[in-house]
């Protein structure tokens, strides 16, 4: 039944609840399935809330369950008056309830709650719409997690698995990789590089991986031909670009098909015989499934709304260029450090709770510079704690070039005479062994290669 209270009509199963509470004085051992269905926040009347609560607490500490030891308990915690008192929880005990409907009115209970839910972020919503000063983009994201943890309780989710179907579900995952590394095919989201592939399976869904490099290294380079080595297989990618605006983007992913020069390409100094180029490196892009978000203003919750937006159509890959340009939520002037942990962390729940692949790229400080060797570790990410605790993958960005001149005797030997080369150092992999893979870039850094040695087969995917 429904009751009025202050002219609205609330969802309120009265004798459902008086009905639960009634069976648990008399029978406490009946919450061992109930609290399975129903917590204490689903009942309307805080006094049946409180009851419920301690019953609970009495069963999870092995205790005995009945009117006295129940009313002992509230007494305690000094939650006996707000319960109703004695005479309130003895009469409650002494109604006689048939227990052969009680999985029913734990159903009438569950959905007047929810429907109280609903009723609650409709009208948070429609104050937070009036209000000039909200979020709106940070308060949609906030609706869409309460509004999905409604469907949770509506579909009975217990957050529970059995061994037995997770052993399945492994097992299928096993043979696809199989199959897929006979065939020569990620696993995963393909990132474009033979031997990336092959060690990593991929981008995974629910990863967040970190692409580090000091500036010049050719991170944005790198992450585009992530992007568009996914999108050729079919995956569906969105962008977040903070350092360049889109018509920037855009003519990065045009020259990287092609052997025109940036710079003249950025000025018009473009050949008609390199027109062609141009055309056929439009028609290679045009049909490509790469979108990218527009606003340079961008916050982890501005992320989450546009992913979650995305993957209604369908998303395989988010790529955000880059970290240190993301805009802090919540307190201002706070330590850098705290921000950076907070974002990391709101990138890698973004990937687990839209499971896609998450790709992040940050800056690396320069301690690298005042090593002999040049070469970066995974110390050297700017607020490295928080960065290589949430990274399921991190990828150091190292090309020698940029450092040494081509034959310089001071280069090390074992970059010698490799014109345009460069190393994606795999500092961290959750997963799987770290090493490196090398990688050959044009010129002008626009597009990167498979470096071309011996080892690789003869039609590398």
């Not at 990274?391 to 081509?406: G, H, M, N, Q, S």
């Not at 014109?419 to 990688?439: Q, S």
Request: charge should be negative; aromatic fraction near 6%; hydrophobic fraction near 35%.
């Amino acid at each position: 039944m429904k009751t009025f209270v202050n002219d609205d009509v609330i969802p309120y199963a009265r004798e459902a609840e008086e009905a639960i509470i009634s069976t648990l004085l008399f029978n406490g051992n009946h919450i061992e399935w109930l609290s399975g269905i129903l917590t204490a926040e689903m009942f309307h009347r805080k006094s049946n809330a409180l009851v419920y609560e301690a019953v609970k607490s009495l069963y999870d500490d092995g205790k005995p369950v009945d009117a006295i030891t129940v009313t002992e308990r509230l007494e305690k915690t000094g939650k006996l008056s707000d319960a109703g008192g004695k005479e309130h929880l003895r009469s409650m005990a002494d109604k006689i309830v048939s227990t052969s409907s009680l999985e029913e009115y734990a159903m009438c209970v569950q959905d007047d709650y929810i429907a109280r839910r609903y009723t609650e972020i409709g009208r948070d919503m429609i104050k937070a719409g009036m209000d000039e000063s909200t979020d709106v983009l940070a308060d949609l994201a906030e609706t869409e997690e309460k509004l999905a943890a409604l469907v949770d309780t509506m579909a009975g989710k217990s957050g529970v698995i059995s061994l037995n179907d997770m052993l399945r579900s492994s097992y299928d995952r096993l043979y696809e990789r199989r199959e897929n590394y006979r065939n020569n095919t990620a696993s995963g989201v393909d990132t474009g590089l033979y031997w990336l592939n092959r060690i990593t399976g991929g981008w995974r869904r629910g990863n967040l991986i970190v692409l580090a490099g000091r500036p010049a290294m050719g991170k944005t380079a790198i992450a585009l031909h992530f992007a568009k080595a996914a999108a050729k297989k079919g995956s569906r990618v969105l962008v977040f670009s903070m350092e360049m605006s889109t018509d920037e983007l855009v003519d990065r992913l045009v020259i990287s098909n092609t052997d025109i020069d940036s710079e003249r390409f950025r000025t018009g100094n473009v050949e008609d015989s390199e027109m062609a180029q141009v055309d056929s490196s439009t028609n290679i892009l045009y049909d490509l499934p790469v979108s990218v978000s527009e606003s340079t203003s961008v916050t982890a919750a501005h992320v989450r709304a546009r992913v979650r937006e995305q993957c209604r159509k369908g998303c395989d890959l988010v790529i955000v260029d880059y970290l240190n340009l993301m805009i802090p939520e919540g307190k201002k002037n706070r330590n850098r450090e705290n921000d950076i942990s907070e974002m990391t962390r709101a990138l890698k729940l973004i990937a687990i709770e839209s499971h896609v692949p998450v790709i992040v790229l940050t800056q690396l400080n320069r301690e690298c510079e005042k090593r002999q060797s040049r070469t970066p570790e995974l110390s050297d990410l700017r607020e490295s704690g928080s960065i290589e605790q949430d990274a399921d993958i991190v990828l150091l960005c190292f090309r020698p070039a940029y450092y040494w001149k081509e034959n310089d005797i001071d280069m090390p030997p074992e970059y010698r005479d490799k014109r345009n080369y460069g190393e994606l150092i795999i500092a961290k992999n959750r997963h799987g062994r770290t090493g490196f893979v090398p990688f050959a870039h044009n010129d002008t850094i626009s597009a990167i290669y498979d470096w071309n040695d011996e080892s690789l087969p003869k039609n590398p995917f």
